[in-house]
Protein backbone atom coordinates (compact mmCIF):
# COMPACT_ATOMS: atom_id res chain seq x y z
CA UNK A 1 0.00 0.00 0.00
CA UNK A 2 1.47 3.31 -0.81
CA UNK A 3 1.75 5.89 1.69
CA UNK A 4 1.09 9.40 1.27
CA UNK A 5 1.46 12.50 3.66
CA UNK A 6 0.62 15.18 0.84
CA UNK A 7 -1.32 18.15 2.19
CA UNK A 8 -3.17 15.87 4.72
CA UNK A 9 -4.27 17.70 8.44
CA UNK A 10 -2.37 15.54 10.83
CA UNK A 11 -4.84 16.01 13.97
CA UNK A 12 -4.80 12.38 15.87
CA UNK A 13 -2.23 9.65 15.89
CA UNK A 14 -5.55 7.16 15.81
CA UNK A 15 -5.82 8.29 12.02
CA UNK A 16 -2.20 6.70 11.16
CA UNK A 17 -1.93 2.99 10.20
CA UNK A 18 0.84 1.02 10.94
CA UNK A 19 2.31 1.41 7.56
CA UNK A 20 1.84 4.95 8.25
CA UNK A 21 3.78 5.32 11.32
CA UNK A 22 6.56 3.15 10.20
CA UNK A 23 7.25 5.22 6.80
CA UNK A 24 7.26 8.05 9.08
CA UNK A 25 9.83 6.36 11.08
CA UNK A 26 12.29 5.35 7.92
CA UNK A 27 11.54 9.05 6.92
CA UNK A 28 12.90 10.42 9.93
CA UNK A 29 16.06 7.84 9.73
CA UNK A 30 16.80 9.12 6.67
CA UNK A 31 16.85 12.64 7.90
CA UNK A 32 19.02 11.57 11.11
CA UNK A 33 21.40 10.16 8.23
CA UNK A 34 21.93 12.86 6.77
CA UNK A 35 22.13 14.71 10.07
CA UNK A 36 24.93 12.56 11.32
CA UNK A 37 26.90 12.33 8.39
CA UNK A 38 27.25 15.83 8.04
CA UNK A 39 24.35 16.79 5.39
CA UNK A 40 21.64 18.83 7.53
CA UNK A 41 21.37 21.00 3.97
CA UNK A 42 21.63 18.84 1.45
CA UNK A 43 17.66 19.39 0.97
CA UNK A 44 18.01 22.69 1.27
CA UNK A 45 16.08 23.68 -1.77
CA UNK A 46 13.39 21.11 -1.13
CA UNK A 47 10.54 23.89 0.59
CA UNK A 48 12.05 27.07 -1.10
CA UNK A 49 9.06 29.27 -0.96
CA UNK A 50 6.49 27.50 1.47
CA UNK A 51 6.24 29.17 4.59
CA UNK A 52 4.68 27.46 7.99
CA UNK A 53 2.38 29.35 10.19
CA UNK A 54 2.91 28.61 13.64
CA UNK A 55 -0.05 30.21 16.40
CA UNK A 56 0.52 28.66 20.16
CA UNK A 57 -1.85 29.45 22.45
CA UNK A 58 -0.20 27.88 25.11
CA UNK A 59 3.28 27.73 25.70
CA UNK A 60 6.34 25.87 23.94
CA UNK A 61 9.56 25.36 23.29
CA UNK A 62 10.56 22.12 21.53
CA UNK A 63 7.23 21.58 19.21
CA UNK A 64 7.47 24.74 17.69
CA UNK A 65 10.95 25.48 17.49
CA UNK A 66 11.49 22.43 16.12
CA UNK A 67 8.77 22.58 13.49
CA UNK A 68 10.86 26.07 12.47
CA UNK A 69 14.03 23.77 12.25
CA UNK A 70 12.67 21.57 10.08
CA UNK A 71 11.56 24.41 7.93
CA UNK A 72 14.58 26.37 8.05
CA UNK A 73 16.60 23.38 6.74
CA UNK A 74 14.23 22.25 4.16
CA UNK A 75 15.16 26.08 3.23
CA UNK A 76 11.58 27.09 4.05
CA UNK A 77 10.25 30.05 6.26
CA UNK A 78 8.03 29.79 9.14
CA UNK A 79 6.21 33.33 10.90
CA UNK A 80 3.44 33.45 13.77
CA UNK A 81 2.68 33.97 17.01
CA UNK A 82 3.55 32.69 20.69
CA UNK A 83 1.28 33.02 23.12
CA UNK A 84 -1.59 35.58 22.58
CA UNK A 85 -0.45 38.80 23.69
CA UNK A 86 -0.07 40.99 20.88
CA UNK A 87 -2.27 39.63 18.58
CA UNK A 88 -6.19 40.13 17.79
CA UNK A 89 -6.96 36.52 19.90
CA UNK A 90 -6.88 39.58 22.93
CA UNK A 91 -10.04 41.56 20.95
CA UNK A 92 -11.69 38.24 21.35
CA UNK A 93 -10.96 37.04 17.40
CA UNK A 94 -12.01 33.53 16.89
CA UNK A 95 -9.93 30.63 16.28
CA UNK A 96 -12.27 30.11 13.05
CA UNK A 97 -10.99 33.81 11.70
CA UNK A 98 -7.75 33.78 12.85
CA UNK A 99 -7.03 30.38 11.80
CA UNK A 100 -8.77 32.23 7.92
CA UNK A 101 -5.89 34.86 8.37
CA UNK A 102 -2.85 32.36 8.28
CA UNK A 103 -4.39 30.85 5.17
CA UNK A 104 -5.07 34.50 3.61
CA UNK A 105 -1.64 35.14 4.06
CA UNK A 106 -0.51 32.88 2.11
CA UNK A 107 0.87 29.97 4.19
CA UNK A 108 1.46 26.51 3.14
CA UNK A 109 0.90 24.98 6.79
CA UNK A 110 -0.51 25.29 10.04
CA UNK A 111 1.09 24.32 12.98
CA UNK A 112 -1.18 25.02 16.19
CA UNK A 113 -1.34 24.59 19.75
CA UNK A 114 -4.57 25.42 21.79
CA UNK A 115 -6.08 24.45 25.47
CA UNK A 116 -8.95 23.49 24.22
CA UNK A 117 -9.94 19.26 23.18
CA UNK A 118 -10.88 19.45 19.24
CA UNK A 119 -9.56 22.55 18.56
CA UNK A 120 -6.92 21.98 16.29
CA UNK A 121 -9.75 19.34 14.43
CA UNK A 122 -11.90 22.74 13.89
CA UNK A 123 -8.94 24.85 12.76
CA UNK A 124 -8.38 21.77 10.02
CA UNK A 125 -12.29 22.34 9.27
CA UNK A 126 -11.75 26.10 8.74
CA UNK A 127 -8.14 26.00 7.18
CA UNK A 128 -7.78 25.46 2.95
CA UNK A 129 -4.28 24.55 3.97
CA UNK A 130 -2.78 21.37 5.64
CA UNK A 131 -2.97 21.93 9.60
CA UNK A 132 -0.88 19.81 12.58
CA UNK A 133 -1.96 19.16 15.71
CA UNK A 134 1.09 20.71 17.96
CA UNK A 135 -1.16 19.79 21.29
CA UNK A 136 -5.34 20.21 21.60
CA UNK A 137 -6.36 20.45 25.59
CA UNK A 138 -5.18 17.20 26.90
CA UNK A 139 -6.72 15.58 23.81
CA UNK A 140 -3.92 14.76 21.19
CA UNK A 141 -0.39 15.91 20.36
CA UNK A 142 0.25 13.58 17.12
CA UNK A 143 3.40 14.48 16.82
CA UNK A 144 4.66 14.11 19.80
CA UNK A 145 3.83 10.32 19.52
CA UNK A 146 5.46 9.73 16.20
CA UNK A 147 8.70 11.09 17.74
CA UNK A 148 8.89 8.73 20.68
CA UNK A 149 7.87 5.83 18.38
CA UNK A 150 10.70 7.24 16.12
CA UNK A 151 13.22 7.21 19.71
CA UNK A 152 12.34 3.90 20.27
CA UNK A 153 11.99 2.20 16.98
CA UNK A 154 15.90 4.15 16.36
CA UNK A 155 17.16 2.83 20.12
CA UNK A 156 15.82 -0.68 19.56
CA UNK A 157 17.17 -1.48 15.88
CA UNK A 158 14.26 -0.20 14.15
CA UNK A 159 11.88 -3.32 15.98
CA UNK A 160 8.80 -2.00 17.66
CA UNK A 161 6.72 -5.55 17.89
CA UNK A 162 7.40 -6.90 21.85
CA UNK A 163 7.35 -3.59 23.41
CA UNK A 164 7.62 -3.12 27.21
CA UNK A 165 6.91 0.51 27.95
CA UNK A 166 6.49 1.81 31.79
CA UNK A 167 4.58 5.08 32.02
CA UNK A 168 5.13 7.99 34.74
CA UNK A 169 3.97 10.73 36.42
CA UNK A 170 0.61 12.31 35.38
CA UNK A 171 -1.25 9.59 32.64
CA UNK A 172 -4.89 11.56 33.49
CA UNK A 173 -4.14 15.28 32.43
CA UNK A 174 -1.70 14.87 29.72
CA UNK A 175 -1.89 13.85 25.97
CA UNK A 176 1.37 12.36 25.31
CA UNK A 177 0.47 9.36 26.89
CA UNK A 178 -2.49 8.79 24.96
CA UNK A 179 -1.05 10.05 21.73
CA UNK A 180 2.02 7.47 22.20
CA UNK A 181 -0.28 4.55 23.64
CA UNK A 182 -2.74 4.78 20.72
CA UNK A 183 0.40 4.72 18.51
CA UNK A 184 2.04 2.07 19.79
CA UNK A 185 -1.52 -0.64 19.63
CA UNK A 186 -0.43 -0.81 16.04
CA UNK A 187 1.93 -2.91 17.15
CA UNK A 188 2.21 -6.80 18.42
CA UNK A 189 2.80 -7.72 21.70
CA UNK A 190 3.09 -4.65 23.53
CA UNK A 191 2.96 -4.11 27.24
CA UNK A 192 2.28 -1.45 29.65
CA UNK A 193 2.95 -0.81 32.71
CA UNK A 194 2.56 2.15 35.37
CA UNK A 195 2.83 3.53 38.80
CA UNK A 196 1.09 6.54 39.70
CA UNK A 197 -1.01 8.24 42.21
CA UNK A 198 -4.88 7.76 41.57
CA UNK A 199 -5.37 10.89 40.77
CA UNK A 200 -2.82 11.44 38.02
CA UNK A 201 -3.81 7.72 37.12
CA UNK A 202 -4.22 6.42 33.96
CA UNK A 203 -7.97 7.08 33.05
CA UNK A 204 -10.19 3.84 32.49
CA UNK A 205 -11.39 4.58 29.33
CA UNK A 206 -7.97 4.90 27.68
CA UNK A 207 -7.07 1.62 29.58
CA UNK A 208 -10.48 -0.13 28.31
CA UNK A 209 -9.50 1.26 24.86
CA UNK A 210 -5.85 0.06 24.48
CA UNK A 211 -7.35 -3.08 25.80
CA UNK A 212 -9.84 -3.88 22.96
CA UNK A 213 -6.92 -2.76 20.79
CA UNK A 214 -4.65 -5.62 22.27
CA UNK A 215 -2.43 -3.93 24.09
CA UNK A 216 -1.70 -5.41 28.01
CA UNK A 217 -1.85 -2.50 30.66
CA UNK A 218 -0.89 -3.22 34.18
CA UNK A 219 -0.50 -1.00 37.14
CA UNK A 220 2.10 -1.49 39.09
CA UNK A 221 2.52 -0.71 43.46
CA UNK A 222 5.99 1.11 42.87
CA UNK A 223 8.22 2.39 39.97
CA UNK A 224 10.82 -0.39 40.28
CA UNK A 225 8.12 -2.36 40.03
CA UNK A 226 7.65 -0.89 36.81
CA UNK A 227 11.10 -0.43 35.78
CA UNK A 228 12.17 -4.06 36.55
CA UNK A 229 10.08 -5.23 33.70
CA UNK A 230 10.25 -2.19 31.10
CA UNK A 231 12.71 -1.28 28.28
CA UNK A 232 11.88 2.08 28.35
CA UNK A 233 10.37 4.50 31.19
CA UNK A 234 7.94 7.34 29.82
CA UNK A 235 7.97 9.49 31.98
CA UNK A 236 5.48 13.18 32.30
CA UNK A 237 5.45 15.80 33.97
CA UNK A 238 1.96 16.78 36.20
CA UNK A 239 -0.46 18.94 34.15
CA UNK A 240 -0.71 21.72 36.88
CA UNK A 241 -2.14 24.02 34.07
CA UNK A 242 -5.08 21.28 33.52
CA UNK A 243 -5.78 20.75 37.40
CA UNK A 244 -7.94 24.22 38.26
CA UNK A 245 -7.91 24.77 42.22
CA UNK A 246 -4.95 22.27 42.78
CA UNK A 247 -2.23 23.26 44.26
CA UNK A 248 1.34 22.61 43.17
CA UNK A 249 2.72 21.64 47.27
CA UNK A 250 0.06 18.62 46.67
CA UNK A 251 1.77 17.56 43.40
CA UNK A 252 5.07 17.38 44.87
CA UNK A 253 3.66 15.49 48.09
CA UNK A 254 1.93 12.93 45.22
CA UNK A 255 4.77 12.68 43.32
CA UNK A 256 7.05 11.83 46.23
CA UNK A 257 7.50 8.26 45.62
CA UNK A 258 6.85 8.36 41.93
CA UNK A 259 9.56 10.56 41.12
CA UNK A 260 12.63 9.45 39.28
CA UNK A 261 15.71 9.24 40.82
CA UNK A 262 18.82 7.30 40.49
CA UNK A 263 18.14 4.82 43.24
CA UNK A 264 14.85 4.14 40.79
CA UNK A 265 16.82 2.99 37.96
CA UNK A 266 19.54 1.16 39.80
CA UNK A 267 20.12 -2.24 38.46
CA UNK A 268 18.27 -2.11 35.47
CA UNK A 269 18.74 -1.45 31.65
CA UNK A 270 15.92 0.77 31.26
CA UNK A 271 16.38 3.95 28.81
CA UNK A 272 14.10 7.07 30.72
CA UNK A 273 12.65 8.82 27.57
CA UNK A 274 10.51 11.79 29.00
CA UNK A 275 8.60 14.47 26.16
CA UNK A 276 9.85 17.73 28.50
CA UNK A 277 9.51 20.08 29.83
CA UNK A 278 10.67 19.00 33.28
CA UNK A 279 8.85 20.71 35.82
CA UNK A 280 11.78 22.40 37.92
CA UNK A 281 9.93 22.52 41.20
CA UNK A 282 8.27 18.97 41.50
CA UNK A 283 11.64 17.69 39.20
CA UNK A 284 9.79 14.56 38.29
CA UNK A 285 12.76 13.40 36.88
CA UNK A 286 15.98 14.24 39.70
CA UNK A 287 19.21 16.13 37.81
CA UNK A 288 21.06 13.11 38.67
CA UNK A 289 19.45 11.10 36.30
CA UNK A 290 20.88 13.34 33.43
CA UNK A 291 23.86 12.26 34.08
CA UNK A 292 22.97 8.30 33.92
CA UNK A 293 22.70 6.23 30.73
CA UNK A 294 19.11 5.50 30.95
CA UNK A 295 18.90 9.38 29.76
CA UNK A 296 17.60 9.53 26.69
CA UNK A 297 15.30 12.35 26.97
CA UNK A 298 17.18 14.72 25.25
CA UNK A 299 18.04 12.57 22.23
CA UNK A 300 14.16 12.10 22.03
CA UNK A 301 14.23 15.79 21.82
CA UNK A 302 16.41 15.89 18.87
CA UNK A 303 14.66 13.06 17.23
CA UNK A 304 11.74 15.29 17.27
CA UNK A 305 13.61 17.81 14.99
CA UNK A 306 13.83 14.60 12.32
CA UNK A 307 10.50 13.44 12.62
CA UNK A 308 8.79 16.87 11.78
CA UNK A 309 11.50 17.94 9.28
CA UNK A 310 10.37 14.34 7.47
CA UNK A 311 6.78 14.97 8.37
CA UNK A 312 7.12 18.63 6.71
CA UNK A 313 8.83 17.13 3.84
CA UNK A 314 6.51 14.67 2.91
CA UNK A 315 3.63 16.68 3.33
CA UNK A 316 4.76 19.82 1.21
CA UNK A 317 7.57 18.32 -0.82
CA UNK A 318 5.20 18.73 -4.37
CA UNK A 319 4.69 21.18 -6.77
CA UNK A 320 1.40 24.06 -6.71
CA UNK A 321 0.16 25.55 -3.77
CA UNK A 322 -3.57 26.37 -2.59
CA UNK A 323 -5.47 29.75 -3.54
CA UNK A 324 -6.95 31.65 -1.07
CA UNK A 325 -10.44 32.96 -2.47
CA UNK A 326 -12.23 34.31 0.69
CA UNK A 327 -14.75 31.99 0.99
CA UNK A 328 -15.90 29.40 3.79
CA UNK A 329 -17.51 26.33 3.50
CA UNK A 330 -21.42 25.77 4.48
CA UNK A 331 -20.67 23.06 6.60
CA UNK A 332 -18.93 25.03 9.15
CA UNK A 333 -22.23 26.54 9.89
CA UNK A 334 -24.73 23.61 10.90
CA UNK A 335 -23.93 20.86 12.71
CA UNK A 336 -25.38 17.48 12.53
CA UNK A 337 -26.38 17.36 16.26
CA UNK A 338 -30.21 17.17 15.86
CA UNK A 339 -31.50 13.91 17.10
CA UNK A 340 -35.52 14.17 15.31
CA UNK A 341 -37.99 13.04 17.00
CA UNK A 342 -41.32 11.87 15.66
CA UNK A 343 -44.48 14.33 15.97
CA UNK A 344 -47.36 12.43 17.63
CA UNK A 345 -50.74 13.58 15.68
CA UNK A 346 -50.88 16.26 13.49
CA UNK A 347 -51.53 18.99 16.29
CA UNK A 348 -49.76 20.20 19.74
CA UNK A 349 -50.79 17.70 22.30
CA UNK A 350 -51.99 18.14 25.71
CA UNK A 351 -48.11 19.28 26.66
CA UNK A 352 -49.21 23.27 26.60
CA UNK A 353 -50.64 25.05 29.27
CA UNK A 354 -52.30 27.92 26.52
CA UNK A 355 -51.57 27.05 22.95
CA UNK A 356 -49.46 28.82 20.75
CA UNK A 357 -49.74 29.89 16.84
CA UNK A 358 -46.21 30.27 15.97
CA UNK A 359 -42.98 29.88 17.67
CA UNK A 360 -40.98 27.28 19.70
CA UNK A 361 -41.21 25.06 22.71
CA UNK A 362 -38.29 23.91 25.11
CA UNK A 363 -39.73 20.78 26.55
CA UNK A 364 -37.88 18.33 28.52
CA UNK A 365 -35.52 21.11 30.74
CA UNK A 366 -33.81 19.47 33.74
CA UNK A 367 -35.16 19.97 36.81
CA UNK A 368 -33.99 23.18 38.39
CA UNK A 369 -32.85 24.80 35.38
CA UNK A 370 -35.80 26.49 34.29
CA UNK A 371 -34.81 29.99 35.80
CA UNK A 372 -31.11 29.71 34.45
CA UNK A 373 -32.12 28.55 30.99
CA UNK A 374 -34.92 31.65 30.96
CA UNK A 375 -32.03 34.28 32.06
CA UNK A 376 -29.27 32.27 29.59
CA UNK A 377 -31.85 33.25 26.97
CA UNK A 378 -33.15 36.56 27.97
CA UNK A 379 -36.55 36.47 25.55
CA UNK A 380 -38.52 39.01 26.75
CA UNK A 381 -35.42 42.07 26.15
CA UNK A 382 -35.17 40.44 23.07
CA UNK A 383 -38.73 41.28 22.37
CA UNK A 384 -40.21 37.95 22.56
CA UNK A 385 -42.68 36.05 24.78
CA UNK A 386 -41.51 33.79 27.55
CA UNK A 387 -44.05 31.22 29.29
CA UNK A 388 -42.04 28.86 31.47
CA UNK A 389 -43.85 26.42 33.30
CA UNK A 390 -43.83 22.95 35.32
CA UNK A 391 -46.71 20.61 35.20
CA UNK A 392 -47.15 18.41 38.33
CA UNK A 393 -47.55 15.31 36.13
CA UNK A 394 -44.35 15.91 34.20
CA UNK A 395 -40.89 15.94 36.02
CA UNK A 396 -39.48 18.23 33.31
CA UNK A 397 -40.00 21.91 33.07
CA UNK A 398 -40.48 23.62 29.92
CA UNK A 399 -40.29 27.47 27.84
CA UNK A 400 -42.76 28.52 25.31
CA UNK A 401 -41.63 31.52 23.29
CA UNK A 402 -43.17 32.91 19.79
CA UNK A 403 -39.35 32.96 18.78
CA UNK A 404 -39.87 30.83 15.81
CA UNK A 405 -36.44 29.43 14.92
CA UNK A 406 -33.72 29.50 18.03
CA UNK A 407 -30.55 30.70 16.68
CA UNK A 408 -27.68 27.98 17.28
CA UNK A 409 -25.97 30.18 20.21
CA UNK A 410 -29.32 30.23 22.17
CA UNK A 411 -29.64 26.20 21.43
CA UNK A 412 -26.13 25.92 22.79
CA UNK A 413 -26.63 28.16 25.92
CA UNK A 414 -29.94 25.96 26.70
CA UNK A 415 -27.94 22.48 26.12
CA UNK A 416 -25.04 23.44 28.28
CA UNK A 417 -27.53 24.46 30.84
CA UNK A 418 -29.58 21.37 30.10
CA UNK A 419 -28.70 18.21 28.26
CA UNK A 420 -30.24 17.29 25.80
CA UNK A 421 -33.50 19.64 25.38
CA UNK A 422 -36.15 18.52 23.02
CA UNK A 423 -36.93 21.55 20.96
CA UNK A 424 -40.39 21.74 19.31
CA UNK A 425 -40.96 24.09 15.61
CA UNK A 426 -44.65 25.51 16.02
CA UNK A 427 -46.41 26.46 12.74
CA UNK A 428 -49.88 27.79 12.78
CA UNK A 429 -50.88 25.83 15.74
CA UNK A 430 -48.67 22.53 14.82
CA UNK A 431 -45.31 21.16 15.31
CA UNK A 432 -43.60 20.89 12.30
CA UNK A 433 -40.38 20.23 13.42
CA UNK A 434 -39.01 18.54 16.94
CA UNK A 435 -35.80 17.18 17.72
CA UNK A 436 -33.39 16.75 21.03
CA UNK A 437 -30.26 19.47 20.43
CA UNK A 438 -27.39 16.86 21.33
CA UNK A 439 -23.91 18.69 22.72
CA UNK A 440 -20.73 16.51 23.30
CA UNK A 441 -20.30 16.11 27.29
CA UNK A 442 -16.60 16.83 27.05
CA UNK A 443 -16.47 20.01 29.43
CA UNK A 444 -12.78 21.19 27.72
CA UNK A 445 -14.61 20.44 24.12
CA UNK A 446 -14.53 23.53 21.71
CA UNK A 447 -17.95 22.61 20.17
CA UNK A 448 -18.88 23.81 23.73
CA UNK A 449 -17.92 27.40 23.53
CA UNK A 450 -20.99 29.74 22.65
CA UNK A 451 -18.41 32.33 21.18
CA UNK A 452 -16.26 30.15 18.93
CA UNK A 453 -19.28 29.04 16.89
CA UNK A 454 -18.60 25.34 16.55
CA UNK A 455 -21.43 24.09 14.83
CA UNK A 456 -21.67 20.56 16.88
CA UNK A 457 -20.77 17.76 14.76
CA UNK A 458 -21.05 14.16 15.58
CA UNK A 459 -19.72 10.53 13.33
CA UNK A 460 -20.76 7.14 13.82
CA UNK A 461 -17.76 4.82 14.93
CA UNK A 462 -19.17 1.76 14.43
CA UNK A 463 -22.02 2.74 16.12
CA UNK A 464 -20.37 4.29 18.78
CA UNK A 465 -21.64 7.97 18.29
CA UNK A 466 -18.02 10.12 18.39
CA UNK A 467 -17.72 14.06 18.64
CA UNK A 468 -16.55 15.12 15.85
CA UNK A 469 -13.81 17.38 17.52
CA UNK A 470 -12.32 15.31 20.33
CA UNK A 471 -13.58 12.43 19.39
CA UNK A 472 -15.12 11.77 22.92
CA UNK A 473 -18.05 8.99 22.36
CA UNK A 474 -21.36 10.04 23.69
CA UNK A 475 -24.52 8.40 24.50
CA UNK A 476 -28.20 9.47 24.24
CA UNK A 477 -29.69 9.83 27.69
CA UNK A 478 -33.11 11.34 26.96
CA UNK A 479 -35.37 8.90 28.78
CA UNK A 480 -37.86 9.91 25.73
CA UNK A 481 -35.86 9.04 22.00
CA UNK A 482 -36.92 5.45 21.18
CA UNK A 483 -34.69 2.89 19.80
CA UNK A 484 -35.93 3.37 16.52
CA UNK A 485 -35.04 7.14 16.90
CA UNK A 486 -31.37 6.73 18.32
CA UNK A 487 -30.69 4.29 15.50
CA UNK A 488 -32.24 6.42 12.72
CA UNK A 489 -29.72 8.95 14.01
CA UNK A 490 -27.05 6.87 13.75
CA UNK A 491 -27.54 5.52 10.63
CA UNK A 492 -27.55 9.24 9.43
CA UNK A 493 -24.37 10.05 10.65
CA UNK A 494 -21.19 9.67 8.82
CA UNK A 495 -19.07 6.32 9.32
CA UNK A 496 -15.54 8.75 9.61
CA UNK A 497 -14.76 12.11 9.79
CA UNK A 498 -14.76 13.41 6.26
CA UNK A 499 -12.85 16.54 5.42
CA UNK A 500 -14.60 19.91 4.39
CA UNK A 501 -14.66 20.33 0.90
CA UNK A 502 -13.54 24.37 0.46
CA UNK A 503 -15.19 25.60 -1.94
CA UNK A 504 -13.91 26.47 -5.51
N1 LIG B 1 7.11 18.02 24.37
C1 LIG B 1 6.59 19.21 24.08
O1 LIG B 1 5.49 19.33 23.49
O2 LIG B 1 7.36 20.29 24.44
P1 LIG B 1 6.94 21.79 24.33
O3 LIG B 1 5.76 22.01 25.22
O4 LIG B 1 8.14 22.56 24.75
O5 LIG B 1 6.55 22.05 22.89
Not at 145 to 162: H, K, M, N, Q, W
Amino acid sequence: MSVSFHDRDIISITDFSREEILSLCAAGRRMWEREKTGQRNSLRDALKHRTLSYMFYEPSTRTRTSFNTGMRELGGRYDGFSGTEGTSVMKNETVRDTVTMMCANHNDVIVMRHPLDGSLQWAADVANIPVINGGDGKNEHPTQALLDVLTIYSLREERLDGLRVGFGGDLSHGRTVRSLSLALSHFDDITIRWAAEDFLGMPEELEELLASRGVKVAREKTVRDVMRQVDFYYMTRPQLERMPGVRQKDIVAMMKQYRIDREKIEGFDVRVLHPLPVNSEIAEIDYRVYFTPAQAFFAQAEFGIFLRKALLHEMLGHEGYRHYNGRLPMELAVGNNRLPRRIHGLKQSGMFIDKIHDGAVIDHLAQGTLRAVSYALDLENRGYSCTTATITEKPNPFIKTNLRELPERDLKHVALLSPEPTINYVKEGRIVEKFVYLLCGNANCISRTINEDVPPRFYSDVGTIRCRYCRRPYAVAHRKVTPEERAAYIASLPARIEPVAYPD
